[in-house]
């Protein structure tokens, strides 16, 4: 069905378009139809690992997945098996090179995020691999535009700046904030050093730089209807981490009786969301 579908074509304007090429790498359609193609794979693990008397856990994300377990003998020689298996009668192999066995006290990264437990106690964190590419990219943004306002370069780090965290606040990431905070600081400091080689160090300070109740944050200005106002970038060390609260799996929006749930949910994610201060501070 799933192969009639994608064969299926597509109209727009009363045309019939054929779609016998495939999906592009990346497209939206991509996670579902790995889904679609990994189901069953987790019952047939479960009830494989129930006849081994070793209880297993499946945590899959479109084609990236987990299996855990109590016993790595279990999971070297009975359920990795059995995956590439499953995965050989639908045209897939198993990446030897993104799979691998590892205790939990030794962690593992998923979904860019790492997973470990510290003396028994289960901490998540970003995943180092995963900070660094940050870190370099926004390094690589900073020296590619070594001669743009400042203002201009502000606009292109803070939407990654607000992302990134995003993605991270709800994990253990005060620190890795913390210190991506630092990196850019420094970073964008050399940058602004660079672009006035005859000025001294206090001038350029001056310039880019300000003091918010000890903490230095580098900004430029900007006027707004005859207002010179401050734009800055945005600090990702202050970003408060919220630990996400699942919601009910029995809440339907549609549902008279969830009205009042989802509407104490909704209010309290908006007031989670109020710290992202906008990047303008008029004078």
């Not at 535009?145 to 990654?160: D, F, G, R, S, Y």
């Not at 970038?233 to 970003?239: D, M, S, T, Y």
Request: charged share 25%.
């Amino acid at each position: 069905m799933l192969n009639q579908w994608l064969k299926s074509g597509f109209m727009d304007k009363g045309l019939l378009y054929r779609t016998d090429e495939g999906t592009p790498q990346g497209g939206i359609i991509s996670p579902t139809l790995m889904l679609l193609t990994l189901a069953g794979l987790e019952q047939i693990i479960k009830s494989t690992a129930r006849k081994k008397g070793c209880r297993v856990n499946f945590i899959g994300y479109a084609d990236d997945f987990i299996v855990t377990g109590a016993s790595k003998e279990v999971l070297m020689y009975e359920i990795k098996p059995l995956i590439a298996r499953f995965l050989e009668e639908r045209g897939l192999t198993l990446s030897e090179e993104k799979t691998h066995v590892s205790h939990i006290n030794n962690g593992f990264d998923f979904l860019g995020f790492n997973l470990r437990k510290y003396n028994g106690k289960l901490l998540i964190k970003p995943s180092k691999s995963n900070v660094l590419l940050f870190l370099s990219n926004m390094s690589e943004l900073i020296k590619k535009h070594e001669t743009i306002p400042v203002n201009n370069l502000i606009k292109m780090m803070n939407p990654k700046l607000r992302g990134w965290a995003n993605y991270y606040r709800h994990c253990v990431a005060k620190q890795v904030f913390g210190y991506v905070g630092h990196k850019l600081f420094y970073a964008l400091w050399y940058w602004a050093v660079r672009r006035h080689p005859t000025k001294s160090k206090t001038w350029v300070a001056l310039k880019y730089v300000i003091n918010r109740k000890g903490q230095w944050q580098f900004h430029g200005w900007q006027k707004i209807m005859d207002m010179d106002c401050q734009f800055n970038l945005f600090q990702i060390a202050k970003v408060p981490i919220e630990r996400h609260v699942k919601i009910r799996s029995a809440a339907i929006p549609f549902d008279p009786q969830y009205q009042e749930y989802l509407a104490r949910r909704k209010s309290k994610r908006q007031a989670r969301n109020s710290w992202n201060d906008p990047a303008l501070t008029a004078l």
